[in-house]
Structures are given as structure tokens and as C-alpha cells.
């Protein structure tokens, strides 16, 4: 069954917009399942539940043997203290170019990429964070975007390469890749 088909049938039965019906019906779908199951088969939340216990118990444990574990005094401090130097240099220089800098920069590089129309809609997008008045936070997200992102292509390309190249190191990887 062709498109052209399928548009002839739902006409042929009453339907104009099937874009329309279908959100009609998900709609619909989601009020009669919120009512079905209301207040059932939900997520333990709040002090009472398990995994909050549990949770708390280890951020309890780290903040106990923060400053005493050896694993945290030469291993996680060092890598926590060279990633805060990265974000905030990577904030630094958001902040050296200020806001005019910022679109500007957002700007070209949406033209520079995309099209005119892209470029504008950035423009516009970043403009309007600093008319709400989130500019301050919206700088400290894209901080720490930007370092995320490059981080995480830091490490995951020579992994890559690594694993491409070496068959022990795939068969080593893939299961945590798969699992993540």
C-alpha cells in the first residue's frame, strides 16, 4: 500500500488530519492511563525509600574519608581539581568575551556551519538568555557542556582507536560500552 493510498482510505473513512487524531488519541491515552493508574505502581520517593538510604550512606561515606582516604588524596582530589581548573577556565573565557562577544561568536559559528536562518535563531536564542536574565547560569551550563564534550572526546577517541586496533581491548570494552 502506497502513501497516495493510505491519504485515499482515511479520507474515504472521515479522517482529515490524522497529525491530528493521533495527538487526539495519545492525549486521550495518556489522561486514561494516568487515571487507571493513579497513585499505583509508582517509584518509592522520600526519606522512607531504600535507595535513598543507601545513597545517602555513601555520600556520607565519601564526605567521611574525603580528606583521609588515600584513594581520594591522590587519585579523585587531583582528577576533581584538574577538571574545576578546566571548567573554570572555560568560564573564564566565556566571561572575558562578555555577552556581545558570546552571541557574536554563537552567531558565526552557526553561519559559519549552518545557514543564515540557524545563525539567527542562535542569535536570537543567546540574546534572549540575557533578557531573562539567565545569563550568568546559562554561561556556567555551556562551561560545563563545553567540558563535558571535550572530555569525554578526550578520552573516548584513543579509546577508540585503541579498541579498533587492538582485539583484546574491543572484547575488554564492548561489554561496559554495551552496558552503559
Do not use: K
Request: proline share 2%.
Amino acid at each position: 500500500m502506497t502513501t497516495v493510498d493510505v491519504q485515499v482510505a482515511l479520507r474515504a473513512a472521515g479522517i482529515r488530519n490524522p497529525r491530528l487524531w493521533a495527538l487526539l488519541a495519545l492525549i486521550a491515552a495518556t489522561v486514561l492511563g494516568y487515571l487507571a493508574f493513579r497513585g499505583n505502581d509508582v517509584l518509592a520517593h522520600g526519606e522512607d525509600a531504600p535507595a535513598f538510604h543507601f545513597l545517602n550512606g555513601v555520600r556520607d561515606w565519601v564526605d567521611d574519608n574525603r580528606d583521609t582516604s588515600a584513594v581520594f588524596l591522590f587519585f579523585v582530589n587531583e582528577i576533581r581539581f584538574g577538571i574545576s581548573l578546566f571548567i573554570e577556565g572555560i568560564q573564564a573565557t566565556l566571561s572575558f568575551l562578555g555577552g556581545v562577544g558570546v552571541v557574536a561568536m554563537v552567531g558565526g559559528l552557526a553561519a559559519l556551519f549552518a545557514r543564515w536562518r540557524i545563525s539567527a535563531l542562535a542569535i536570537a536564542g543567546f540574546t534572549s538568555l540575557g533578557m531573562l536574565g539567565l545569563w550568568q547560569e546559562s554561561m556556567d551550563t555551556l562551561a560545563l557542556t563545553l567540558a563535558a564534550v571535550t572530555l569525554s572526546l578526550l578520552v573516548g577517541i584513543p579509546l577508540g582507536i585503541f579498541a579498533g586496533c587492538n582485539r583484546r581491548a574491543r572484547s575488554l570494552m564492548t561489554p561496559v560500552l554495551d552496558l552503559m
